[in-house]
Protein backbone atom coordinates (compact mmCIF):
# COMPACT_ATOMS: atom_id res chain seq x y z
CA UNK A 1 0.00 0.00 0.00
CA UNK A 2 2.79 2.71 1.28
CA UNK A 3 4.30 1.29 -2.61
CA UNK A 4 1.26 2.72 -4.41
CA UNK A 5 0.95 5.54 -2.38
CA UNK A 6 4.46 6.50 -3.43
CA UNK A 7 3.00 6.09 -7.23
CA UNK A 8 -0.12 7.61 -5.91
CA UNK A 9 2.26 10.82 -5.48
CA UNK A 10 3.76 11.07 -8.87
CA UNK A 11 -0.09 11.67 -10.24
CA UNK A 12 0.59 15.63 -9.37
CA UNK A 13 3.65 16.07 -10.58
CA UNK A 14 2.90 14.13 -13.91
CA UNK A 15 -0.20 17.06 -14.00
CA UNK A 16 2.18 19.86 -13.68
CA UNK A 17 5.00 18.66 -15.26
CA UNK A 18 3.83 17.53 -18.41
CA UNK A 19 1.00 18.66 -21.06
CA UNK A 20 -2.55 17.55 -20.69
CA UNK A 21 -2.01 15.51 -24.44
CA UNK A 22 1.39 14.29 -22.65
CA UNK A 23 -0.68 12.59 -19.99
CA UNK A 24 -3.12 11.48 -22.31
CA UNK A 25 -0.52 9.21 -23.87
CA UNK A 26 0.64 7.83 -20.41
CA UNK A 27 -2.54 6.92 -19.84
CA UNK A 28 -2.96 5.33 -23.36
CA UNK A 29 0.13 3.44 -23.32
CA UNK A 30 -0.60 1.98 -19.36
CA UNK A 31 -3.47 0.77 -20.45
CA UNK A 32 -1.88 -1.25 -23.82
CA UNK A 33 0.57 -2.18 -20.96
CA UNK A 34 -2.14 -3.76 -18.75
CA UNK A 35 -3.85 -5.55 -21.60
CA UNK A 36 -0.44 -7.55 -22.87
CA UNK A 37 0.57 -7.98 -18.71
CA UNK A 38 -1.84 -10.14 -18.73
CA UNK A 39 -1.48 -12.02 -21.68
CA UNK A 40 2.68 -12.70 -20.57
CA UNK A 41 1.37 -13.84 -17.70
CA UNK A 42 -0.91 -16.00 -18.73
CA UNK A 43 -2.91 -16.65 -15.47
CA UNK A 44 0.04 -18.41 -13.92
CA UNK A 45 0.16 -16.56 -10.72
CA UNK A 46 -3.38 -17.64 -9.63
CA UNK A 47 -2.29 -21.32 -10.71
CA UNK A 48 1.13 -21.20 -8.70
CA UNK A 49 -0.96 -20.42 -5.83
CA UNK A 50 -3.59 -23.40 -6.46
CA UNK A 51 -0.80 -25.83 -7.43
CA UNK A 52 1.35 -25.53 -4.45
CA UNK A 53 -1.76 -26.16 -2.34
CA UNK A 54 -2.70 -29.30 -4.49
CA UNK A 55 1.12 -30.64 -4.54
CA UNK A 56 2.35 -29.67 -1.40
CA UNK A 57 5.11 -32.13 -1.84
CA UNK A 58 6.67 -31.01 -5.21
CA UNK A 59 6.01 -26.95 -4.84
CA UNK A 60 9.65 -26.84 -6.46
CA UNK A 61 7.95 -28.55 -9.97
CA UNK A 62 4.96 -26.24 -9.61
CA UNK A 63 7.34 -23.36 -9.68
CA UNK A 64 9.54 -24.82 -12.22
CA UNK A 65 6.13 -25.42 -14.45
CA UNK A 66 4.57 -21.84 -14.17
CA UNK A 67 8.10 -19.71 -14.42
CA UNK A 68 8.89 -21.48 -17.52
CA UNK A 69 5.58 -21.46 -18.99
CA UNK A 70 6.15 -17.09 -18.48
CA UNK A 71 9.63 -16.97 -19.68
CA UNK A 72 8.57 -19.13 -22.80
CA UNK A 73 5.35 -16.60 -23.04
CA UNK A 74 7.83 -13.34 -23.16
CA UNK A 75 10.20 -14.73 -25.57
CA UNK A 76 7.78 -15.34 -28.30
CA UNK A 77 5.92 -12.05 -27.77
CA UNK A 78 9.48 -10.08 -27.56
CA UNK A 79 10.32 -12.19 -30.73
CA UNK A 80 7.32 -11.16 -32.87
CA UNK A 81 7.12 -7.52 -31.69
CA UNK A 82 10.77 -6.93 -32.80
CA UNK A 83 9.88 -8.53 -35.92
CA UNK A 84 6.49 -5.96 -36.30
CA UNK A 85 7.91 -3.35 -33.98
CA UNK A 86 7.60 -0.63 -37.13
CA UNK A 87 3.64 -1.62 -37.86
CA UNK A 88 3.47 -1.73 -33.90
CA UNK A 89 4.83 2.44 -33.89
CA UNK A 90 2.57 3.34 -36.79
CA UNK A 91 -0.33 2.08 -35.02
CA UNK A 92 -0.18 3.55 -31.82
CA UNK A 93 0.72 6.94 -33.59
CA UNK A 94 -2.65 6.88 -36.05
CA UNK A 95 -2.76 9.97 -36.43
CA UNK A 96 -1.43 12.05 -33.43
CA UNK A 97 1.25 15.01 -33.72
CA UNK A 98 3.64 13.10 -31.70
CA UNK A 99 6.93 13.27 -33.77
CA UNK A 100 7.31 9.03 -35.31
CA UNK A 101 10.95 8.74 -33.20
CA UNK A 102 9.52 9.44 -29.89
CA UNK A 103 6.46 6.83 -30.37
CA UNK A 104 9.44 4.48 -31.07
CA UNK A 105 11.05 5.03 -28.04
CA UNK A 106 7.84 5.24 -25.77
CA UNK A 107 7.55 1.86 -27.71
CA UNK A 108 11.04 0.08 -27.34
CA UNK A 109 10.99 1.25 -23.60
CA UNK A 110 7.27 -0.68 -22.93
CA UNK A 111 8.25 -3.66 -24.77
CA UNK A 112 11.02 -3.74 -22.16
CA UNK A 113 9.15 -3.10 -19.53
CA UNK A 114 6.91 -6.00 -20.15
CA UNK A 115 8.95 -8.90 -20.21
CA UNK A 116 10.69 -7.77 -17.17
CA UNK A 117 7.82 -7.16 -15.80
CA UNK A 118 6.01 -10.66 -16.53
CA UNK A 119 9.42 -12.30 -16.40
CA UNK A 120 8.84 -11.31 -12.07
CA UNK A 121 5.04 -12.60 -11.94
CA UNK A 122 6.09 -15.74 -10.78
CA UNK A 123 9.22 -15.39 -8.66
CA UNK A 124 7.09 -12.74 -6.41
CA UNK A 125 4.03 -14.96 -5.96
CA UNK A 126 7.26 -17.08 -4.68
CA UNK A 127 7.88 -14.48 -2.50
CA UNK A 128 4.58 -14.43 -1.30
CA UNK A 129 3.31 -18.33 -1.09
CA UNK A 130 6.75 -18.78 1.14
CA UNK A 131 5.13 -15.95 3.69
CA UNK A 132 7.81 -13.49 3.13
CA UNK A 133 5.30 -10.30 2.96
CA UNK A 134 8.00 -8.04 4.24
CA UNK A 135 10.63 -9.07 1.32
CA UNK A 136 7.71 -8.17 -1.39
CA UNK A 137 6.31 -5.05 0.41
CA UNK A 138 10.54 -3.66 0.09
CA UNK A 139 11.37 -4.62 -2.82
CA UNK A 140 7.83 -3.08 -4.71
CA UNK A 141 8.30 -0.35 -2.23
CA UNK A 142 12.50 0.33 -3.72
CA UNK A 143 10.81 -0.05 -7.41
CA UNK A 144 8.60 2.43 -7.22
CA UNK A 145 10.76 4.32 -4.77
CA UNK A 146 13.07 4.44 -8.02
CA UNK A 147 10.65 5.56 -10.25
CA UNK A 148 9.73 8.86 -7.81
CA UNK A 149 13.33 9.32 -7.68
CA UNK A 150 14.42 9.35 -11.57
CA UNK A 151 10.90 10.71 -12.32
CA UNK A 152 12.20 14.20 -9.95
CA UNK A 153 15.47 14.14 -11.49
CA UNK A 154 14.41 13.96 -15.13
CA UNK A 155 11.57 16.45 -14.57
CA UNK A 156 11.99 18.87 -12.23
CA UNK A 157 15.89 18.92 -10.70
CA UNK A 158 17.36 19.08 -14.62
CA UNK A 159 15.14 22.02 -15.15
CA UNK A 160 15.90 23.84 -12.34
CA UNK A 161 20.11 22.74 -12.77
CA UNK A 162 20.04 24.53 -16.52
CA UNK A 163 17.64 27.36 -14.96
CA UNK A 164 20.00 28.05 -12.28
CA UNK A 165 23.29 26.80 -13.88
CA UNK A 166 24.64 24.60 -11.26
CA UNK A 167 27.09 22.73 -12.16
CA UNK A 168 27.79 21.35 -15.04
CA UNK A 169 24.68 22.11 -16.64
CA UNK A 170 25.41 23.06 -20.50
CA UNK A 171 26.04 19.40 -20.83
CA UNK A 172 22.39 19.01 -19.54
CA UNK A 173 21.40 21.73 -21.82
CA UNK A 174 22.70 19.80 -25.29
CA UNK A 175 20.53 16.83 -24.93
CA UNK A 176 17.49 18.01 -22.23
CA UNK A 177 13.90 18.25 -23.66
CA UNK A 178 11.55 19.90 -21.57
CA UNK A 179 7.64 18.42 -20.13
CA UNK A 180 8.73 15.72 -22.66
CA UNK A 181 7.37 11.94 -21.55
CA UNK A 182 9.91 9.83 -22.70
CA UNK A 183 11.58 10.52 -19.11
CA UNK A 184 8.56 8.52 -17.37
CA UNK A 185 9.28 5.65 -19.45
CA UNK A 186 13.15 5.94 -19.21
CA UNK A 187 12.55 6.04 -15.37
CA UNK A 188 10.57 2.96 -15.51
CA UNK A 189 12.55 0.76 -17.58
CA UNK A 190 15.70 1.64 -14.95
CA UNK A 191 13.20 0.79 -11.92
CA UNK A 192 12.55 -2.64 -13.72
CA UNK A 193 15.94 -3.52 -14.35
CA UNK A 194 16.37 -2.87 -10.58
CA UNK A 195 13.54 -5.13 -9.49
CA UNK A 196 15.16 -8.27 -11.57
CA UNK A 197 18.46 -7.74 -9.63
CA UNK A 198 16.44 -7.90 -6.23
CA UNK A 199 14.44 -11.16 -7.05
CA UNK A 200 17.96 -12.82 -8.24
CA UNK A 201 17.63 -14.96 -4.83
CA UNK A 202 13.80 -16.51 -6.23
CA UNK A 203 15.08 -16.72 -9.84
CA UNK A 204 18.03 -18.24 -9.23
CA UNK A 205 15.74 -21.25 -7.59
CA UNK A 206 14.35 -22.19 -10.87
CA UNK A 207 15.44 -25.57 -12.52
CA UNK A 208 15.03 -26.39 -15.69
CA UNK A 209 13.34 -29.56 -15.57
CA UNK A 210 9.70 -29.58 -16.73
CA UNK A 211 6.91 -31.88 -15.95
CA UNK A 212 4.84 -32.44 -19.22
CA UNK A 213 1.67 -34.10 -16.95
CA UNK A 214 1.40 -31.53 -14.30
CA UNK A 215 1.82 -28.57 -16.78
CA UNK A 216 -1.05 -29.98 -18.70
CA UNK A 217 -3.15 -29.56 -15.27
CA UNK A 218 -1.98 -26.38 -14.82
CA UNK A 219 -2.78 -24.67 -18.03
CA UNK A 220 -6.43 -26.59 -17.86
CA UNK A 221 -6.48 -24.34 -14.81
CA UNK A 222 -5.02 -21.78 -16.43
CA UNK A 223 -6.57 -21.02 -19.95
CA UNK A 224 -9.54 -19.91 -18.29
CA UNK A 225 -7.98 -17.26 -16.13
CA UNK A 226 -5.95 -16.09 -18.61
CA UNK A 227 -9.47 -15.29 -20.64
CA UNK A 228 -11.13 -13.85 -17.70
CA UNK A 229 -7.78 -11.79 -17.04
CA UNK A 230 -7.98 -10.07 -20.52
CA UNK A 231 -11.71 -9.63 -20.25
CA UNK A 232 -10.40 -7.86 -16.66
CA UNK A 233 -8.58 -5.37 -18.12
CA UNK A 234 -10.33 -4.88 -21.09
CA UNK A 235 -12.85 -3.49 -18.67
CA UNK A 236 -10.83 -1.96 -15.98
CA UNK A 237 -8.53 -0.06 -19.22
CA UNK A 238 -10.73 -0.39 -22.92
CA UNK A 239 -12.20 2.78 -22.24
CA UNK A 240 -9.10 4.78 -22.56
CA UNK A 241 -8.04 3.42 -25.70
CA UNK A 242 -11.26 3.66 -27.11
CA UNK A 243 -11.86 7.26 -26.38
CA UNK A 244 -8.06 7.72 -27.79
CA UNK A 245 -9.02 6.05 -30.99
CA UNK A 246 -12.86 7.47 -31.49
CA UNK A 247 -12.39 10.64 -30.31
CA UNK A 248 -10.98 13.02 -32.98
CA UNK A 249 -7.18 13.06 -33.03
CA UNK A 250 -7.24 16.56 -32.25
CA UNK A 251 -8.78 16.05 -28.73
CA UNK A 252 -8.64 12.83 -27.85
CA UNK A 253 -5.07 12.63 -25.61
CA UNK A 254 -6.80 15.91 -24.52
CA UNK A 255 -9.79 13.70 -23.16
CA UNK A 256 -7.64 10.96 -21.87
CA UNK A 257 -5.68 12.94 -19.97
CA UNK A 258 -8.62 14.94 -18.54
CA UNK A 259 -10.09 10.73 -17.52
CA UNK A 260 -6.87 9.27 -16.75
CA UNK A 261 -5.58 12.06 -14.30
CA UNK A 262 -9.29 12.65 -12.34
CA UNK A 263 -9.54 8.86 -12.39
CA UNK A 264 -6.25 8.93 -10.10
CA UNK A 265 -8.74 10.65 -7.21
CA UNK A 266 -10.10 7.40 -6.73
CA UNK A 267 -6.47 5.60 -6.53
CA UNK A 268 -7.13 5.35 -2.67
CA UNK A 269 -9.89 2.63 -2.91
CA UNK A 270 -8.03 1.10 -5.69
CA UNK A 271 -5.24 0.38 -3.64
CA UNK A 272 -7.10 -0.72 -0.90
CA UNK A 273 -8.77 -3.54 -3.38
CA UNK A 274 -5.02 -4.62 -4.60
CA UNK A 275 -3.76 -4.81 -1.09
CA UNK A 276 -6.57 -6.90 0.25
CA UNK A 277 -6.14 -9.12 -3.36
CA UNK A 278 -2.33 -9.61 -2.10
CA UNK A 279 -2.84 -10.84 0.75
CA UNK A 280 -6.63 -12.02 0.86
CA UNK A 281 -6.06 -15.08 -2.15
CA UNK A 282 -2.92 -16.87 -1.16
CA UNK A 283 -4.84 -16.74 2.54
CA UNK A 284 -8.24 -18.09 1.10
CA UNK A 285 -6.30 -21.26 -0.69
CA UNK A 286 -4.51 -22.22 2.74
CA UNK A 287 -7.73 -21.89 4.43
CA UNK A 288 -9.71 -23.78 2.11
CA UNK A 289 -9.73 -27.17 3.76
CA UNK A 290 -10.60 -25.78 6.92
CA UNK A 291 -14.50 -26.93 8.47
CA UNK A 292 -15.73 -23.29 8.86
CA UNK A 293 -13.92 -21.72 5.95
CA UNK A 294 -16.88 -20.78 4.60
CA UNK A 295 -18.25 -18.83 7.48
CA UNK A 296 -14.60 -17.65 7.61
CA UNK A 297 -15.02 -15.85 3.89
CA UNK A 298 -18.29 -14.50 5.06
CA UNK A 299 -16.96 -12.49 7.82
CA UNK A 300 -14.00 -11.20 5.62
CA UNK A 301 -16.65 -10.18 3.42
CA UNK A 302 -18.72 -8.13 5.79
CA UNK A 303 -15.61 -5.72 6.96
CA UNK A 304 -14.04 -5.81 3.66
CA UNK A 305 -17.45 -4.23 2.60
CA UNK A 306 -17.84 -2.06 5.51
CA UNK A 307 -14.00 -0.33 4.81
CA UNK A 308 -14.61 -0.11 0.76
CA UNK A 309 -18.27 1.64 1.57
CA UNK A 310 -15.79 3.95 4.18
CA UNK A 311 -13.59 4.77 1.75
CA UNK A 312 -16.02 5.69 -0.46
CA UNK A 313 -17.97 8.33 1.65
CA UNK A 314 -13.91 9.53 2.86
CA UNK A 315 -12.68 10.27 -0.75
CA UNK A 316 -15.48 12.24 -1.44
CA UNK A 317 -15.59 14.13 1.19
CA UNK A 318 -12.50 15.14 0.48
CA UNK A 319 -12.48 15.46 -3.00
CA UNK A 320 -11.19 19.37 -3.17
CA UNK A 321 -8.30 18.77 -0.86
CA UNK A 322 -7.56 15.33 -3.52
CA UNK A 323 -8.01 17.13 -6.59
CA UNK A 324 -5.86 20.40 -5.51
CA UNK A 325 -3.68 17.98 -4.61
CA UNK A 326 -3.17 16.13 -7.86
CA UNK A 327 -4.17 18.55 -10.84
CA UNK A 328 -4.34 21.85 -8.96
CA UNK A 329 -6.51 24.47 -8.11
CA UNK A 330 -10.02 24.53 -9.26
CA UNK A 331 -9.72 27.53 -12.06
CA UNK A 332 -11.28 28.27 -14.85
CA UNK A 333 -8.01 27.26 -16.65
CA UNK A 334 -7.59 24.01 -15.22
CA UNK A 335 -9.03 21.78 -17.75
CA UNK A 336 -8.59 18.72 -15.42
CA UNK A 337 -11.30 20.15 -13.17
CA UNK A 338 -14.12 19.87 -15.94
CA UNK A 339 -13.81 15.99 -15.24
CA UNK A 340 -14.14 15.68 -11.66
CA UNK A 341 -17.67 13.63 -11.95
CA UNK A 342 -15.81 10.85 -12.74
CA UNK A 343 -14.72 9.98 -9.26
CA UNK A 344 -17.97 8.78 -7.56
CA UNK A 345 -18.85 6.66 -10.23
CA UNK A 346 -15.42 5.14 -10.68
CA UNK A 347 -15.04 4.72 -6.28
CA UNK A 348 -18.41 2.60 -6.59
CA UNK A 349 -16.70 0.33 -9.45
CA UNK A 350 -13.64 -0.28 -7.68
CA UNK A 351 -16.41 -1.28 -4.95
CA UNK A 352 -17.75 -3.59 -7.03
CA UNK A 353 -14.50 -5.19 -8.30
CA UNK A 354 -13.51 -5.85 -5.02
CA UNK A 355 -16.60 -7.37 -4.11
CA UNK A 356 -15.94 -9.29 -7.48
CA UNK A 357 -12.77 -10.11 -6.14
CA UNK A 358 -14.31 -11.62 -2.85
CA UNK A 359 -16.77 -13.89 -4.64
CA UNK A 360 -14.19 -14.98 -7.49
CA UNK A 361 -12.97 -17.39 -5.04
CA UNK A 362 -15.78 -20.17 -5.50
CA UNK A 363 -14.98 -20.89 -8.55
CA UNK A 364 -10.80 -21.04 -7.96
CA UNK A 365 -11.39 -23.52 -5.08
CA UNK A 366 -13.57 -25.98 -6.96
CA UNK A 367 -11.62 -25.42 -9.85
CA UNK A 368 -14.39 -24.50 -12.28
CA UNK A 369 -12.40 -21.20 -13.76
CA UNK A 370 -13.86 -21.73 -16.78
CA UNK A 371 -17.22 -19.34 -14.81
CA UNK A 372 -14.72 -16.91 -14.45
CA UNK A 373 -13.81 -16.47 -17.86
CA UNK A 374 -18.20 -16.12 -18.38
CA UNK A 375 -18.04 -13.40 -16.19
CA UNK A 376 -15.28 -11.33 -17.01
CA UNK A 377 -16.14 -12.05 -20.75
CA UNK A 378 -19.66 -10.74 -20.08
CA UNK A 379 -18.42 -7.87 -18.86
CA UNK A 380 -15.90 -7.27 -21.37
CA UNK A 381 -18.57 -7.34 -24.07
CA UNK A 382 -20.48 -4.98 -22.09
CA UNK A 383 -17.81 -2.37 -21.90
CA UNK A 384 -16.68 -2.34 -25.36
CA UNK A 385 -20.41 -2.12 -26.64
CA UNK A 386 -21.77 0.21 -24.43
CA UNK A 387 -18.43 2.42 -24.87
CA UNK A 388 -18.57 2.45 -28.66
CA UNK A 389 -22.68 3.70 -28.71
CA UNK A 390 -22.34 6.25 -26.11
CA UNK A 391 -18.27 7.77 -26.53
CA UNK A 392 -18.90 9.58 -29.37
CA UNK A 393 -21.77 11.59 -27.31
CA UNK A 394 -20.63 11.75 -24.18
CA UNK A 395 -17.19 11.38 -24.07
CA UNK A 396 -15.05 9.78 -20.74
CA UNK A 397 -18.29 10.63 -18.63
CA UNK A 398 -19.66 7.93 -20.67
CA UNK A 399 -16.71 5.90 -19.83
CA UNK A 400 -17.40 6.06 -15.90
CA UNK A 401 -20.70 5.11 -15.96
CA UNK A 402 -19.93 1.92 -18.14
CA UNK A 403 -17.35 0.89 -15.68
CA UNK A 404 -19.28 0.97 -12.97
CA UNK A 405 -21.94 -1.31 -14.71
CA UNK A 406 -20.02 -3.61 -16.09
CA UNK A 407 -18.67 -4.05 -12.57
CA UNK A 408 -21.61 -4.51 -10.69
CA UNK A 409 -23.04 -6.85 -13.28
CA UNK A 410 -20.12 -9.00 -12.54
CA UNK A 411 -20.52 -8.84 -9.21
CA UNK A 412 -24.25 -9.88 -9.62
CA UNK A 413 -23.29 -13.00 -11.86
CA UNK A 414 -20.45 -14.13 -9.43
CA UNK A 415 -22.60 -14.32 -6.73
CA UNK A 416 -25.53 -16.00 -8.33
CA UNK A 417 -23.90 -18.86 -9.80
CA UNK A 418 -21.25 -18.74 -6.82
CA UNK A 419 -24.36 -19.84 -4.64
CA UNK A 420 -24.96 -22.58 -7.02
CA UNK A 421 -22.31 -24.42 -7.38
CA UNK A 422 -20.00 -23.38 -4.20
CA UNK A 423 -22.02 -21.79 -1.47
CA UNK A 424 -20.63 -19.42 1.07
CA UNK A 425 -22.91 -17.42 3.39
CA UNK A 426 -22.09 -14.01 2.99
CA UNK A 427 -24.87 -11.55 4.83
CA UNK A 428 -26.32 -10.41 2.03
CA UNK A 429 -28.59 -7.68 3.56
CA UNK A 430 -26.15 -6.38 6.06
CA UNK A 431 -23.61 -5.45 2.95
CA UNK A 432 -26.28 -4.21 0.51
CA UNK A 433 -27.46 -1.69 3.38
CA UNK A 434 -23.87 -0.62 3.79
CA UNK A 435 -23.47 0.16 -0.05
CA UNK A 436 -26.61 1.43 -0.06
CA UNK A 437 -26.22 4.17 2.68
CA UNK A 438 -23.00 5.19 1.63
CA UNK A 439 -24.47 5.82 -2.11
CA UNK A 440 -26.48 8.14 -0.85
CA UNK A 441 -23.97 10.03 1.54
CA UNK A 442 -21.54 10.27 -1.59
CA UNK A 443 -24.27 11.74 -3.18
CA UNK A 444 -25.43 13.83 -0.84
CA UNK A 445 -21.66 14.97 -0.48
CA UNK A 446 -21.07 15.76 -3.89
CA UNK A 447 -24.17 16.57 -5.78
CA UNK A 448 -26.59 18.33 -3.09
CA UNK A 449 -24.36 19.81 -0.58
CA UNK A 450 -21.18 21.11 -3.58
CA UNK A 451 -18.70 18.77 -2.59
CA UNK A 452 -18.35 21.11 1.20
CA UNK A 453 -15.46 19.30 3.00
CA UNK A 454 -17.25 20.37 6.63
CA UNK A 455 -20.44 18.52 5.78
CA UNK A 456 -18.74 15.56 3.69
CA UNK A 457 -16.75 14.76 6.26
CA UNK A 458 -19.46 15.41 8.72
CA UNK A 459 -21.33 12.75 6.94
CA UNK A 460 -17.93 10.29 6.83
CA UNK A 461 -17.99 10.55 10.91
CA UNK A 462 -21.98 9.14 10.94
CA UNK A 463 -21.47 6.39 8.87
CA UNK A 464 -17.97 5.63 10.66
CA UNK A 465 -19.70 5.51 14.01
CA UNK A 466 -22.87 4.15 12.82
CA UNK A 467 -20.81 1.33 11.38
CA UNK A 468 -18.97 1.18 14.75
CA UNK A 469 -21.65 0.70 16.54
CA UNK A 470 -23.69 -2.04 14.70
CA UNK A 471 -20.96 -4.48 14.46
CA UNK A 472 -19.71 -3.66 18.42
CA UNK A 473 -20.97 -7.16 19.54
CA UNK A 474 -18.51 -9.02 16.86
CA UNK A 475 -15.67 -6.64 17.12
CA UNK A 476 -15.75 -7.55 20.77
CA UNK A 477 -15.81 -11.17 20.24
CA UNK A 478 -12.91 -10.63 17.32
CA UNK A 479 -10.82 -8.69 20.21
CA UNK A 480 -11.69 -11.12 23.06
CA UNK A 481 -10.30 -13.64 21.49
Not at 7 to 13: D, G, K, N, S
Not at 298 to 318: D, T
Request: aromatic residues 16%.
Amino acid sequence: MVSRLIAFILTPFYSRALPVAGNGILTAMYVYASAINAVLSFGMETTFFRYLNKHENNKQQVYNNAFGAVIALCLVFLAFSLLFLDSIIKGLLAGATQDYADYSFYVKCFLFILVTDAFCVIPFAKVRADGRPLRYGMIKFLNILLVLVLNLFFLFAIPYIIKHQILNYQWFASWYRPKWVGYVFLSNSIASIATIFLLLPEISKLRLKFNGVMFKEMFIYSWPILIANISFIINETIDKAMLKQMLPANISDHEVGIYGMCGKIAIFLSIFVQAFRLGAEPFFFSHAKNKNAGETYARIMNYFVIMVAIICVAVVANINILGYIIVGKDTPGNAYWSGIGVVPLLLFGYLSLGIYMNLSIWYKLSDQTKYGLYISGIGAILTIALNWVFIPKYSYMASAWISLAAYATMMTLSYLWGQKNYPIPYNIKKNLTYIIISAVLVYLSFSVFKRNIFIGNGLLILFGLGALYNERKELKAIFNR
